[in-house]
């Protein structure tokens, strides 16, 4: 079994890389999450899915809101990241966060998330 870890190369860094993937197709929209995807890229590092999160503060206002919401979008992509297709996929917060625990958002947001990126790999193959 390959291992699920999420390297250096597997996340987008440059605000252009942000940028192209924004403008890109919009995969999935859920309650809290908007997935879109550019698949244009060159290079032979490119051929795997690469994964950027916009989590805004006005959105969740708190800062270990919004690092728990990162780590589950990350342990979701990190779980599937060697199936999807090859693009770079960008997951935005794009409504409030509802005042509810940390346990039951990251159980929200995971169930979410998991959705999305499983339409994406039902709709790939």
Do not use: C, W
């Not at 291992?3 to 605000?15: F, G, I, N, Q, V």
């Not at 006005?58 to 990190?78: C, G, Q, S």
């Not at 060697?82 to 039951?104: F, G």
């Amino acid at each position: 079994m390959p291992r699920t870890t999420l390297p250096p190369e597997a996340r987008m860094h440059r605000p252009s890389e942000f940028a192209a993937a924004l403008k890109g197709r919009r995969l999935a929209r859920g309650a809290f999450f908007m997935v879109t995807a550019a698949t244009a890229r060159n290079g032979p590092e490119q051929e795997r899915a690469r994964l950027g999160m916009v989590i805004p503060k006005r959105h969740a206002a708190r800062a270990a809101t919004r690092n728990a919401l990162k780590r589950v979008i990350r342990e979701a992509f990190r779980a599937r990241r060697l199936a999807l297709p090859p693009a770079d996929y960008v997951v935005r917060l794009h409504a409030r966060v509802p005042d509810l625990s940390l346990t039951a958002l990251k159980t929200a947001a995971r169930a979410e998330v998991d959705a999305h990126f499983g339409r994406l790999l039902r709709s790939s193959s």
